[in-house]
């Protein structure tokens, strides 16, 4: 029900956008998030976003270059990645309902993959 597409490979201090589209139902009434998980390592939270757009939410890591948005006409959510670091490789995932729905009632993408070279 949600599709990740947008990772690849980029090199260090570039940017990279990944959008989330959601199919089949629409997420329009329920927050938004992307989370990573990088090899070997947990699964961790990295940015959300309210059902209006504001506000937004993003972890310590990534505050200052990345921003999330969403388009609720489209059923999509962005991420978009700038000054990229090495340690920002991982797995991305896409998420409904974080912080608003039970775990069990997330929903969750397959995920794309980032790979930043050094």
């Known amino acids: 029900q949600l599709a990740e597409s947008g990772g690849g490979l980029v090199q260090a201090g570039g940017s990279m956008r990944l959008t989330c589209v959601a199919a089949?139902?629409?997420?329009?009434?329920?927050?938004m998030g992307w989370f990573r998980q990088a090899p070997g390592k947990e699964r961790l939270f990295v940015a959300a976003i309210t059902e209006s757009g504001t506000p937004t939410y993003y972890s310590e890591s990534v505050q200052g270059r990345f921003t999330i948005s969403r388009d609720n006409a489209k059923n999509t959510v962005y991420l978009q990645m700038n000054s990229l670091k090495p340690e920002d490789t991982a797995v991305y995932y896409c998420?409904?309902?974080?912080?608003?729905?039970?775990?069990?009632?997330?929903?969750w993408g397959k995920g794309t993959l980032v790979t930043v070279s050094s």
């Open positions: 998420n409904a309902g974080v912080g608003s729905m039970p775990e069990n009632k997330q929903v």
């Open positions: 089949g139902r629409t997420f329009n009434n329920v927050p």
